[in-house]
């Protein structure tokens, strides 16, 4: 039962557009939602995260937008560098009222390239 | 600060064996968290340890085990090695909200 999905295993951009790589989740319980990068033989690198109160937040070149109705989560990066290539994963968490906030559950991870 | 360091980065155990892998979090990070990355499966949860008490836990077997010592720092175990156990394992220490930072990861490879 994969509840954290990212359907496009890679995604190829040209150097200055737009990147849009995408996330669909199931458990409408999860309550915060993370981007991470990451590139191979390392650990991922935290990039963006959002509540589930938000639709929208931005930091710098990267914008993370989540449609709770859809449960779907998307991240922008604009404009694509070629250092931005790597494996993207987003990643979903439950509520830390509740003592969820420790438990990552991650979608299996898009590869970014971002050629010059 | 100094960010979230893993020991060993790289080991070759055989099977049947037995590994100790350690985590010291960030400066003041209390929440460790543990994962396991494999082709196959990607990035799995193995469990949270939060004040040295294990917080939450994921769907893994009993051989895979952990704790964490006053000062935050922690250790997981995996007994009886199995080829399968053959993985990234991955630490990340929180200071509370639900952004955690990953180490480097230690390369476990069972032969």
């Known amino acids: 039962d994969q509840q954290v999905k990212q359907n496009s295993p890679s995604l190829s951009v040209q150097e200055g557009r737009i990147s849009i790589l995408n996330c669909d989740y199931t458990n409408s319980m999860f309550d915060y939602f993370l981007w991470y990068k990451k590139y191979p033989a390392e650990g991922p690198t935290f990039l963006i995260s959002?509540?589930?109160?938000?639709d929208k937040n931005e930091d710098g070149r990267f914008t993370v937008f989540l449609n709770k109705s859809a449960k779907h989560l998307s991240l922008h990066i604009v404009p694509s560098q070629p250092g931005d290539s790597a494996v993207y994963f987003c990643a979903a968490s439950g509520n830390m009222i509740y003592n969820q906030g420790g438990k990552l559950i991650f979608g299996q991870g898009t590869e970014l390239s971002v050629k010059p | 600060k100094a960010g979230v360091t893993q020991t060993p980065r790289y080991l070759i155990k055989t099977r049947g064996q037995q590994v100790t892998l350690s985590c010291s979090p960030i400066?003041?990070?209390?929440?460790v968290s543990w994962y396991q990355q494999t082709p196959g499966q990607g990035l799995q949860f193995l469990f949270e340890y939060f004040s040295e008490t294990q917080r939450n836990k994921g769907n893994f077997p009993g051989r895979f085990s952990g704790r964490q010592f006053s000062n935050s720092r922690s250790e997981m175990n995996v007994s009886t090695l199995e080829l399968g156990d053959s993985a990234l394992y991955l630490c990340?220490?929180?200071?509370?909200?639900?952004?955690?930072?990953f180490g480097p990861g230690t390369r476990l490879t069972v032969t």
């Open positions: 400066s003041g990070h209390r929440s």
């Open positions: 959002i509540s589930s109160i938000k």
């Open positions: 990340a220490s929180s200071n509370g909200r639900t952004e955690q930072y």
